[in-house]
């Protein structure tokens, strides 16, 4: 389809290991939200990339936190030694620009043990 | 920074009853308020938005009014339907703004 996917669907891993969650936005949109999302509770924002920069960093929880894309196009959002509050879906959007409605895909769920 | 606030926080109503869920935002410059509808073990899905040079908008079932002067937008669903059930999400951003800014949720039941 043409919507943002998102990969791994379901991730499980112990405490401490590293985990790296992809996101492939919808093509041609030049911006791409992060956002992370406890059990039950609301959206919270982590990073956005306007192209491959990204001018807020602002809501990575902690430096065990970093994000990156390249080519515009296909972004990851990397989890070092990771903390079972960590635990939760982190959801990826994209939009054709900023103002713009964006497009979420269905999350990646990590469960840290 | 922006921040927008969102009530009831959960609402259950009856189905064909109407469902009215209303935000606040705090920075007089927002101007793009979108509308989501999250399913369980989904992601959320836009189902609709309005900008700040109209004060309403409907599609079908669904409307959506805005009052710069006091800052407030509202979601209104008429005829709700069990398929409704669903968490809503508003939103509010500016042009040339980085951040989309969510509300906290609203979790709608209705009930058959």
């Known amino acids: 389809g043409a919507g943002v996917s998102q990969s791994p669907s379901n991730k499980v891993t112990e405490k401490g290991k590293d985990v790296e969650l992809r996101c492939d936005p919808i093509s041609g949109h030049t911006a791409l939200y992060w956002y992370r999302q406890s059990l039950g509770q609301g959206l919270e924002f982590l990073i956005y990339?306007?192209?491959?920069?990204?001018?807020?960093k602002s809501g990575l929880p902690s430096d065990r936190f970093s994000a990156e894309r390249t080519g515009g196009s296909v972004s990851t959002l990397t989890i070092q030694r990771t903390q079972q509050e960590d635990s939760a879906v982190y959801l990826c959007?994209?939009?054709?620009?900023?103002?713009?409605?964006?497009?979420f895909g269905d999350g990646t769920r990590l469960s840290i043990l | 920074g922006e921040n927008v606030e969102q009530h009831p926080s959960t609402l259950s109503v009856q189905e064909g009853d109407s469902a009215v869920i209303k935000c606040t935002y705090s920075d007089s410059a927002s101007n793009y308020f979108p509308w989501y509808k999250q399913e369980l073990g989904k992601g959320p899905q836009l189902i609709i938005d309005i900008r700040s040079n109209v004060g309403e908008k409907k599609d079908q079932r669904i409307a959506v009014t805005l009052n710069k002067t006091a800052k407030h937008f509202s979601l209104h669903i008429t005829e709700t339907q069990p398929e409704d059930s669903a968490v809503y999400f508003c939103?509010?951003?500016?042009?040339?703004?980085?951040?989309?800014?969510f509300g906290p949720g609203t979790s709608l039941s209705v009930i058959p």
């Open positions: 959007a994209s939009s054709s620009q900023t103002s713009q409605p964006q497009h």
């Open positions: 990339f306007q192209g491959n920069s990204a001018p807020d």
């Open positions: 939103a509010a951003t500016k042009t040339s703004y980085d951040k989309v800014i």
